[in-house]
């Protein structure tokens, strides 16, 4: 099933998720269907809030970025219940969008690298280091699960300039090539 993704101004975005069990309904064909919408969307991460449930789980894959980074290549990654603990003192700019936000894209500042407890889609525990392209999304997937999202990390200059696009995402005015809601 593809899922439509929620849009700028919905107040899912902006609740923080709860934890969950194994025993969450489902699970397995809801991280399934997440991979389709994103595909679908044409994305590289996908926070549950973006589909109307306030858990913490989100995806990332970051094979389109394969062929300049052969590391990249096949990774496919499912985070449930991720809590990230440390964060480089080290950042840098990169341009971010959302399908949350369609047609928005700013340079936003995070750190390089974090490290970060999960558990994978088997419930098997991992306590992780993440850098480069992986650590971004991640940083950005993991801001929709405590109700953020990237125009937040903005600089309150920059969010005041965009402004009139960020009302216009909540009053239903965007095109996008996917489902919303």
């Known amino acids: 099933m593809i899922y439509p993704i929620v849009i700028y101004g919905s107040q899912i975005l902006r609740n923080p998720s709860v ?4 025993e969450y309904p489902e699970l397995e064909k ?18 549950a809030p973006q589909i109307g449930k306030n858990i913490r789980l989100f995806i990332i894959d970051c094979t389109p ?3 300049e980074n052969p590391e ?10 991720a809590e990230i603990y440390e964060r480089s003192e080290e950042t840098d700019l990169f341009n971010e969008g959302c399908l949350s936000l369609p047609g928005l894209h ?3 500042r995070r750190p390089v690298s974090i490290r970060m407890r999960y558990l994978d889609e088997k419930f098997v525990e991992h306590d992780e280091a993440f850098t480069g392209l992986p650590a971004r999304v991640i940083q950005h997937e993991y801001d929709h699960i405590e109700g953020k999202v ?11 300039l965009i402004k009139g696009k960020l009302q216009k995402l ?3 005015k965007y095109r996008c090539p996917y489902k919303t809601k």
């Open 19 to 22: 934890n969950i069990t194994p």
């Open 150 to 160: 990237f125009t937040d990390r903005l600089t309150p200059l920059r969010r005041n």
């Open 30 to 47: 809801l991280i399934e269907d997440m991979f389709l919408t994103l595909h679908e969307a044409d994305g590289v991460g996908l926070a």
């Open 72 to 81: 990249l290549a096949d990774y496919r990654r499912a985070f449930i219940n």
């Open 65 to 67: 970025w394969g062929d």
């Open 106 to 108: 700013e340079d936003v």
């Open 170 to 172: 909540a009053g239903g």
